[in-house]
T-cell receptor, first 115, second 115 residues
Framework: DAGVIQSPRHEVTEMGQEVTLRCKPISGHDYLFWYRQTMMRGLELLIYFNNNVPIDDSGMPEDRFSAKMPNASFSTLKIQPSEPRDSAVYFC?????????????FGPGTRLTVL | AQSVAQPEDQVNVAEGNPLTVKCTYSVSGNPYLFWYVQYPNRGLQFLLKYITGDNLVKGSYGFEAEFNKSQTSFHLKKPSALVSDSALYFCAVRDMEGGGNKLTFGTGTQLKVEL
């Protein structure tokens, strides 16, 4: 199994630009999660999907952030316009069936730097 | 709300010695607890989890964790540390709200194993 795949691995952009992060979950996994990791706030859940449907987006910081999952094998996290405080590592994770005992598997992350 | 605490920002141990990385939790109801490891510039890797049953849980790479209900702890242990174990370790607890699909992570403990 290839694991969770994220692209790009690194992104450097200027303030005001649109940024799109991509994720391919593990095949057969019904749940997909987007996290953000910063030194100040640690790991934060931004949004998660079940069977391509957004279930909880309460962690999305602002309207500048949006996420989509058009099919079972692809999701995007978009920031428009980007700001320097969005600089962080963004992780995508997937899990098979959800629920209390289910395990989330993480991708390698995208390191975003907004200048 | 569920939470976990990792009281030590950093743990130093000599190679060959036993290691312990501490985690305490606060939950309403039964706890579902996880340990992940993060190597530099990598995503989080699942180590082990406690759902129910034996208080001693065995996981990947020789790690184990001891669940202690009376002390509300879930400490990560390894009998003999390796330099390659040096990494950032996260404890996490399942959020019981909303179907239990959300994980709340601790702040992380940096483990440094020295020769």
């Amino acid at each position: 199994d290839a694991g969770v795949i994220q692209s790009p691995r690194h992104e450097v952009t200027e303030m005001g630009q649109e940024v799109t992060l991509r994720c391919k979950p593990i095949s057969g996994h019904d749940y997909l999660f987007w996290y953000r990791q910063t030194m100040m706030r640690g790991l934060e859940l931004l949004i998660y999907f079940n069977n391509n449907v957004p279930i909880d987006d309460s962690g999305m910081p602002e309207d500048r952030f949006s996420a989509k999952m058009p099919n079972a094998s692809f999701s995007t996290l978009k920031i428009q316009p980007s700001e320097p405080r969005d600089s962080a590592v963004y992780f995508c994770a997937s899990s098979r069936q959800g629920g209390f005992g289910d395990t989330q598997y993480f991708g390698p992350g995208t390191r975003l730097t907004v200048l | 709300a569920q939470s976990v605490a990792q009281p030590e920002d950093q743990v130093n141990v000599a190679e060959g010695n036993p290691l312990t990385v501490k985690c305490t939790y606060s939950v309403s109801g039964n706890p579902y607890l996880f340990w992940y490891v993060q190597y530099p510039n990598r995503g989080l890797q699942f180590l082990l989890k406690y759902i129910t049953g034996d208080n001693l849980v065995k996981g990947s790479y020789g790690f184990e964790a001891e669940f202690n209900k009376s002390q509300t702890s879930f400490h990560l242990k390894k009998p003999s540390a390796l330099v390659s174990d040096s990494a950032l370790y996260f404890c996490a607890v399942r959020d019981m709200e909303g179907g239990g699909n959300k994980l709340t992570f601790g702040t992380g403990t940096q483990l440094k194993v020295e020769l």
